[in-house]
Structures are given as structure tokens and as C-alpha cells.
């Protein structure tokens, strides 16, 4: 059994992490702290976890307590509070999974550009994995630090990966329009301009939001060379879920048919628990992924022009899910561990 603590436990993120851990036969949740007033019993912050956890989430990280109870500790915090906490933890020879942005970014400079934060732990930033088991799983299965991926790049990579992997589009063309549930903002920023989320729909950081250099990073690490695509987020007016929809030109010298591109997805992600390729002429929506640990995508191609459409989860395959899958890898689980329908 692996002992498992949660920090940010109060958040979006770390509530679902709960709630799927208390589902995994192999784990057991020992520690839980959050920026919370005081210590108080987890159910009485979530009472829907009443009679099936009983522990005391700390208003104060307790790093000997965590020492001595956990084997792994998943870091649900905001961007540019995980780096005070990861060097702490890996000294103590603690596994680490960081839900945050602090280590996603290979080149620091870029996340102190977009994040507005200097870089506090180098050394660990270089040390960490990339999450994302679809591309990376056996550098997963051996990591001891997983940087998890961000939501908008985990439905955007998934989308784009088996068309740049087998070198058939214009790299420069990509266009992604992405729309997400107002859950994406995290429980403190959402309670505080509900009235301007419900019944709206905007598009916001439009070309300049900080997931745009993760997907960068990814893209231009898949294609071996240096990409930057036109990002455009959206907020809707529900609470969870991503989709986005992609724009790409193939390469001249290439041209597809929806059913072959199709038939590569599938066969890309033929091993792939999580990723469900639509049938030609079929599409994502949100309904059909929410609550689930699937990236859904659907293809259209008419000769130059490709369409794609990824749909997630931004809580589940987008964070807590996508986090717990990296969990399962790192200790040899099942992959789908704890992973059902939530």
C-alpha cells in the first residue's frame, strides 16, 4: 500500500485527487494540508468525504509529519508555490507529483517570462518528467519528480502528436481554439467573479495565456525543431471540461482524407487506455468526457486542411487523473487504478 499526502488539498484539484484516491485499491491517503483558517477534519471542508476518510487536513505543512507518513506527496498548489516545497521533499527522499506550472518549463527564463516569478530550484527543474504517459511513459515509470501537464497542453499535444510525429504538417499553421470550464481558474478565483463567468462566454489572454510556451516547448520537442502556434483560450459558462478545436495545414506535398487520418490516431494510440479516436465523421463533446480520464479526438481532413477536436476533463485528465495515472506507472499499477468513471 502506498501512503499518499495531498498539499492544496482545499482546491479543485486536490479535492478530486481525494476523490479519486479514496477509489484506488492500492493507495492510502495519510497526510492532507491546505491554506485553509485552521485545521479541520476533510469532511467537514467536503462533507460528500464523511464516512470514508477521516483525517485532519493542517493549515500548515508538517514536513517531518509528511516525512514519516508518506512515500508520496501530490502538490496541488498555485504556479510558484510548489518550488518552496519540491527540494524539501526530495531530500527526504519523498516521490513528488507537482500539479502546478513550477516545472513544466525546461527553460526557466520562460517561466520566469510568464510567470513573473524567478525560478527558486533550478537543479530540480532540470530533474523533473514531463507527464504526459502517452509520450513519455517510460521515462515516467522511472522518474522520482513528475512535473504534470498542464490542462489546455494535455488536450492540445494528444491532438496535434501523430500528425507532427509523422512529419505531415506545416508546423507554423497551427491555430488552437480552446474553451474550458470555469473550474480551470481555481476554487478562489471562481467564488470570486462567479457573477462575471455565469451566463457569459470570452475569450481571454488571447495569444499571450502561459500554457501557450508549454505547448510550444512539447510541439517543438516532438518536431525537432522550434514552433510556436496561435493559442486562444475561452471561458465557458460550465464548470469543468475542455475543448479545443485545432487548425492545421498539411504539408504541400501532402494531402488527407478524414478516414486515413482516422486510421493513423488509431493505429498512434492503439496501446493508449485513455485517448478514444471518434469514427470518421464523429466529434468530442464535453458530456462524453467529463467525470472520465479519456482525452476524446475526432478528425476532419479534406486534402490541406485538418480539423481537430480534443475534449478532457481539465480536472481529471487535464490534473488529478492525469496525476494518479503518473502515480500508477511510477509503482508498476494498472494504469486505470482508481481511474474508473468518477
Known amino acids: 500500500m502506498v501512503k499518499v499526502g495531498i498539499l492544496g488539498a482545499s482546491g479543485y484539484a486536490g479535492e478530486k485527487l481525494i476523490e479519486i484516491l479514496l477509489r484506488h485499491p492500492k493507495v492510502k491517503i495519510t497526510y492532507l494540508a ?21 483525517l485532519v487536513c493542517e493549515n500548515v505543512p508538517d514536513l517531518e509529519k509528511i516525512a514519516g507518513t508518506c512515500d508520496l506527496v ?53 530533474l523533473s518528467v514531463y507527464g504526459l504517459p502517452e509520450l513519455y511513459r517510460q521515462a515516467v515509470k ?30 507554423e499553421s497551427v491555430i488552437i481554439d480552446a474553451k474550458s470550464g470555469y473550474s480551470g481558474a481555481g476554487r478562489e478565483r471562481v467564488e470570486k467573479g462567479k457573477n462575471e463567468i455565469l451566463n457569459n462566454f470570452k475569450a481571454y489572454k488571447v495569444n499571450m495565456h502561459q500554457h501557450a510556451p508549454e505547448i510550444n516547448q512539447e510541439l517543438s520537442r516532438l518536431a525537432g525543431k522550434s514552433i510556436e502556434v496561435v493559442f486562444v483560450p475561452h471561458l465557458l459558462p460550465v464548470e469543468v471540461g475542455i475543448l479545443e478545436t485545432i487548425y492545421i495545414k498539411a504539408k504541400s506535398s501532402v494531402r488527407l482524407t478524414s478516414a486515413k487520418s482516422v486510421e493513423l490516431y488509431k493505429k498512434f494510440y492503439k496501446d493508449e487506455p485513455f485517448v478514444r479516436i471518434k469514427e470518421e465523421g ?5 458530456s462524453e468526457v467529463v467525470g472520465t480520464n479519456f482525452c476524446d479526438i475526432g478528425i476532419k ?30 509503482y508498476g499499477f494498472e494504469e486505470e487504478a482508481g481511474l474508473g468513471r468518477i
Not at 476533510?42 to 464523511?50: K, N, Q, R
Not at 518550488?83 to 524539501?88: A, E, K, T, Y
Not at 522520482?144 to 508546423?171: H, Q, R, S, W
Request: aromatic share 8%; glycine share 4%.
Open 34 to 54: 491546505a491554506k485553509i483558517e485552521k485545521s479541520e477534519n476533510i469532511s467537514h471542508i467536503y462533507p460528500h468525504f464523511a464516512g470514508k476518510i477521516d
Open 74 to 126: 501530490f502538490l496541488a498548489l498555485p504556479h510558484t508555490v510548489s518550488m518552496d516545497f519540491v527540494p524539501l521533499l526530495l531530500q527526504k527522499n519523498i516521490k513528488v507529483i507537482d500539479l502546478s506550472a513550477d516545472y513544466r518549463l525546461k527553460d526557466t527564463a520562460l517561466y520566469e517570462k510568464w510567470y513573473a516569478q524567478i525560478h527558486k530550484d533550478k537543479k530540480n527543474n532540470r
Open 142 to 171: 522511472k522518474a522520482e519528480f513528475i512535473a504534470n501537464p498542464g490542462c489546455y497542453p494535455t488536450a492540445a499535444v494528444l491532438g496535434i502528436a501523430p500528425l507532427l510525429k509523422k512529419k505531415l504538417i506545416a508546423p
Open 282 to 286: 464523429h466529434f468530442p463533446q464535453l
Open 301 to 330: 481532413a479534406d486534402g490541406c486542411n485538418i480539423i481537430i477536436i480534443s475534449a478532457i476533463d481539465n480536472l481529471i485528465k487535464g490534473a488529478s487523473g492525469q496525476a494518479v495515472q503518473n502515480m500508477n506507472i511510477m
